[in-house]
């Protein structure tokens, strides 16, 4: 048997598995708010920099242009974010937040991280450690990110 085969030696599969529960601990503090964890994401980019154009936001969230524009129509539709297009090129999509989406940002200050922290007030890590994980995975994505 060939041990590098193993899933309990996959690194891949503990990402892959943190990763989804991380994101179903999310799901009902953002179905609080009425949106679902990608779209949290694309809320998270305005945040910092409102008035963007699609594919800066896709580049951001290491997506392709074809999965973020179904997120920003839903998004459209809940009355968050507005497209138009681009003043100088007329093929460019700018996204915007609506005042909806702006309170948005207060709602999930108020929420999401407390939440996040109860349900993760038993792990064993502490501020420093997640820190660090945070820097860690950084390469790994930015390693990756150079083979595509």
Same mark, same amino acid.
């Given at each position: 048997?060939?041990?590098?085969? #193993?899933?309990? *030696?996959? +690194?891949?599969? /503990? @990402? ?5 529960? $991380? ?28 008035? #963007?154009?699609? *594919?800066? +936001?896709?580049? /951001? @969230? ?5 999965? $973020? ?80």
């Amino acid at each position: 048997m060939h041990t590098e085969l #193993q899933l309990d *030696n996959q +690194i891949c599969f /503990r @990402l892959y598995t943190a990763s989804r529960l $991380v994101i179903q601990a999310y799901t009902p503090i953002l179905n609080a708010l009425g949106i679902t964890y990608p779209q949290y994401l694309v809320l998270m980019v305005l945040w910092e920099k409102d008035s #963007q154009p699609v *594919n800066d +936001i896709a580049h /951001r @969230l290491i997506l392709e242009t074809n999965t $973020v524009t179904p997120l920003l129509q839903r998004m459209e539709k809940q009355g968050i974010v507005v497209r138009k297009k681009g003043e100088l090129d007329k093929r460019q999509q700018i996204v915007s937040l609506t005042e909806k989406g702006k309170a948005m940002e207060e709602e999930a200050y108020n929420s999401v991280p407390a939440s996040m922290g109860e349900e993760l007030k038993t792990c064993p890590l502490r501020l420093e450690d997640y820190q660090n994980l945070a820097k860690e995975l950084d390469a790994i994505i930015d390693t990756l990110k150079k083979k595509q």
